[in-house]
């Protein structure tokens, strides 16, 4: 299974997601336009079927409710997956948290972050939810969330947590919760007759009419009104379940697979999905609007199911994980005296084999080996950074999501120094200005000294320090710091962030020019931190301008790869490889740009034209990146720096090349 393929699927079910709506939509105004009309007989009022100022009126008014609810909705998840965490009763878990489940819960999460070349995303508990669920959320991997319940993160064991989790991860890279979040707007618009009917019904409990009260009709035209409302809701609730049964089902096989191959362990997801099975609650949400966004859990979290599931069954599920398995049955389990963690640290009474013990995990920062693993094999060797078969990467691009492993070693191989500044919002900062110092002794000084100016000479003193140990770094480290630092950052207050922005460009461009690496590391930075602040204004972010198409896009991309550590000769020679390489572009006329002829600005609208690409349209980029990089045959650390930070600035993440191949592929 290819992730580019996955994504160029979920976006052509998108079109099928307007089908779905235009007849859902077509059939809640005929049912409508029906109940109106007996409801007017019922209340004594004579008429034709077909009134055409009847139907106008009541299909003008569905319309009205359906469009402007999906509006709404749609507006309100602009701002990411934070917007249905929060709506779902979801708490976000700090990066510094002490409790010993949410610390293992974010270990889990930014060891599969960095595994899958994905941004860490935000974590979220929902305290008040006792059934073994899970969602991802989020228009992209930049603004995604992760959440699970609290009988997830009491009930499960490491390794199972890590199948639900590995799981969602599949859902951010597939092109799956982009779709859901699409989904969800347009569920609640369909959705919302039956929210205004329940809120007339109920608004009747407080209304006091006397007999001979004139306004009585009318009050028995607002009950019957919310009743035709209500009802009419009901038929719409069972359109939203036909739509979200027939986009999500299919889908959570998949993930379930991928989840299986990132993990290499079958026996976590599936002693997840067996414990659901066996645990009272089951997967059931209580929050009321869980109807809307079933669909994007790990299990079937809806009370009402309208006699669809938008999850295939729990046996089917295992039975395709371990096909082999004869017996596929739950033990019955029970909670006596559950008591729900309202204050996010109270937790669920333990229970024998479906609440194990807490698994004795590392020290924080520890440097745990791996079985047959030596001192000297644990740390990256000058070796290692130094080379890496080009045929495979290319090959391989979006073949699989990652291996945890990799996600694994490489946090364990960080400074614990490091990974505590990650989590810290003031340390963080330095971390990330500390990677962007030059490697001029005399250019560094010069920023140094203005960072002292700005922010006093303890600050700078520690960017200094921390700068010569980034030297060192392989880019897979670098860049998972960065991921870690990500969701630090945006616990930055908007005044925090621009000033942290601005400081970024202005170390950046002390030497009148901007390396690609520096380029690169301020491009991902706001592009994962800038949508989180709203609308932070920066006076320095200009308009993107347009170079030409996907065309002019890609001979911008290539050459600049093909122009890293080479002069001009072997620049041209590196992008006529790729171009040869790569024939997927058969109407595209390539143009190699001299290093001189590029331009930041030049960079940055091609990395936008990019980002709104096609998934197959990225992937062909990317391979052709990669093949102008490694003409000679291998990616050096700066090329795969800059390889991955483009993946990433464009929207497709590629995990980390190095450990895929020391630790080999399935």
């Not at 997967?283 to 609007?289: D, G, I, K, V």
Request: charged share 20%; proline share 4%; with cysteine.
């Amino acid at each position: 299974m290819n992730f580019f393929d996955a994504q160029d699927q979920a976006r052509r079910r998108t079109k099928w997601l307007v089908v779905y709506f235009i007849g859902a939509i077509i059939s809640i105004v005929l049912v409508g336009y029906l109940g109106v009309f007996w409801g007017l007989r019922l209340a004594g009022h004579r008429s034709e079927l077909w009134e055409p100022g009847l139907f106008g009126l009541v299909s003008g008014v569905t319309l009205l409710l359906i469009l402007g609810g999906t509006a709404y909705k749609s507006a309100q998840l602009r701002q990411g997956g934070r917007a249905v965490a929060e709506s779902l009763g979801g708490r976000p878990v700090l990066p510094d948290t002490g409790d010993f489940r949410e610390r293992q819960l974010l270990n889990v999460v930014e060891e599969m972050a960095i595994a899958s070349g994905t941004p860490v995303p935000l974590v979220y508990v929902m305290d008040e939810e006792t059934g073994i669920n899970a969602f991802a959320a989020g228009t992209d991997p930049s603004n995604a969330v992760i959440g699970v319940t609290r009988g997830c993160l009491e009930l499960l064991s490491r390794s199972e947590l890590q199948g639900v989790v590995a799981h969602e991860f599949s859902h951010i890279r597939n092109g799956d919760m982009r779709l859901n979040m699409r989904l969800i707007g347009f569920i609640y618009g369909i959705l919302i007759l039956m929210i205004v009917g329940r809120i007339l019904l109920e608004s009747m409990r407080y209304t006091r009419v006397g007999k001979k009260d004139s306004g009585a009709s009318a009050m028995l035209v607002i009950l019957l009104i919310g009743l035709v409302f209500f009802l009419v809701g009901a038929v719409g609730g069972f359109f939203a379940r036909l739509i979200q049964a027939a986009v999500s089902r299919q889908r959570e096989f998949l993930a379930d697979a991928s989840a299986v191959q990132f993990t290499r362990d079958t026996g976590g997801l599936t002693g997840a999905l067996r414990k659901i099975g066996g645990w009272q609650v089951r997967s059931r949400m209580r929050n009321p609007q869980c109807s809307a966004v079933s669909h994007i859990f790990f299990a079937e979290g809806s009370l009402f199911r309208w006699g669809l599931a938008t999850h295939p069954p729990l046996r089917e599920r295992i039975h395709a994980l371990q096909p082999n398995s004869s017996d596929i049955s739950f033990d019955s389990v029970s909670l006596p005296d559950v008591e729900l963690a309202g204050q996010g640290t109270g937790s669920l009474a333990a229970v024998s084999q479906f609440a194990p013990a807490p698994e004795s995990e590392p020290r924080e920062g520890s440097n745990e080996q791996w079985p047959g693993q030596t001192e000297e094999s644990h740390r990256m060797t000058e070796e290692r950074q130094q080379s890496l078969n080009a045929a495979e990467v290319v090959s391989n691009l979006g073949e699989d999501l990652g291996q945890l492993e990799a996600g694994l070693r490489i946090r364990d191989g960080i400074d614990p120094l490091w990974l505590n500044a990650a989590r810290d919002s003031r340390e963080a900062q330095v971390l990330v200005l500390s990677m962007l110092l030059s490697g001029d002794s005399n250019l560094r000084e010069e920023q140094i000294s203005g960072l002292r100016k700005g922010m006093g000479s303890e600050y700078s003193e520690r960017v200094s320090e921390w700068q010569q140990g980034m030297e060192s770094l392989h880019s897979a480290e670098k860049i998972a710091l960065v991921d870690l630092c990500i969701p630090t950052l945006r616990r930055l207050s908007r005044a925090e962030y621009d000033r942290l922005a601005s400081t970024l460009d202005w170390v950046a461009g002390v030497d009148g020019k901007i390396d690609l690496f520096e380029f690169m590391l301020n491009h991902v930075l706001t592009r994962h931190l800038h949508g989180h602040f709203g609308q932070v204004s920066r006076a320095d972010v200009a308009p993107v301008e347009r170079v030409g198409g996907l065309f002019s896009a890609g001979n911008v991309l290539v050459s600049v790869m093909a122009s890293l550590e080479r002069d001009e000769v072997d620049a041209r020679r590196a992008f006529n490889s790729a171009v040869i390489g790569c024939d997927s572009y058969e109407s595209w006329k390539p143009s190699f740009l001299p290093e001189g002829e590029l331009e930041p600005r030049m960079l940055t609208a091609a990395l936008a034209e990019f980002e709104e690409a096609p998934p197959m349209a990225k992937k062909t980029m990317l391979q052709m990146c990669c093949l102008a990089a490694a003409e000679d045959g291998i990616l050096t650390n700066a090329e795969t720096e800059l390889l991955r930070a483009i993946a990433d600035a464009i929207g497709a993440g590629i995990p980390p090349f190095v450990w895929n191949t020391q630790l080999g592929k399935s």
